[in-house]
């Protein structure tokens, strides 16, 4: 059964740092693509950032230069540092794993078959 909690969301100002992480259970993760969603209200979600079982990275436009995304497979982890956090950053982000043969990079939410419950980041102007 596989299971990802999340943790690091907080109420910061905007300019500021958050690190997000994402605990990962109950399956090989070495052999699962692992990527971070986000979804503000009345929005629909988004593909924010993703690492391939073989480290490949994908960052979408409209975090590039500011998140970054990272993978622990000794620890069954996955983290996203953002950084320059602004008021649009807002959401609800949520830990996403994709099959091997699935189309991971594209950052779409049907390529991702488990999911976390998510964690709350909130900017502040």
């Known amino acids: 059964q596989v299971q990802l909690v999340e943790s690091g969301g907080d109420t910061v100002q905007s300019g500021g740092s958050l690190r997000l992480s994402c605990a990962a259970s109950?399956?090989?993760?070495?052999?699962?693509?692992m990527a971070w969603f986000r979804q503000a209200p009345e929005k629909e979600r988004e593909g924010v950032a993703g690492v391939g079982r073989d480290g490949i990275i994908k960052i979408a436009d409209s975090v590039q230069g500011r998140f970054t995304v990272s993978r622990d497979n000794a620890k069954k982890m996955l983290h996203l540092q953002m950084n320059n956090l602004k008021p649009e950053d807002t959401a609800m982000y949520y830990c996403?794993?994709?099959?091997?043969?699935?189309?991971?990079?594209?950052?779409?939410?049907?390529?991702?078959?488990?999911w976390g419950q998510g964690t709350q980041v909130s900017i502040s102007s």
């Open positions: 109950g399956y090989d993760y070495n052999y699962y693509h």
């Open positions: 996403a794993a994709a099959p091997y043969y699935a189309s991971w990079s594209s950052l779409l939410e049907r390529a991702y078959t488990w």
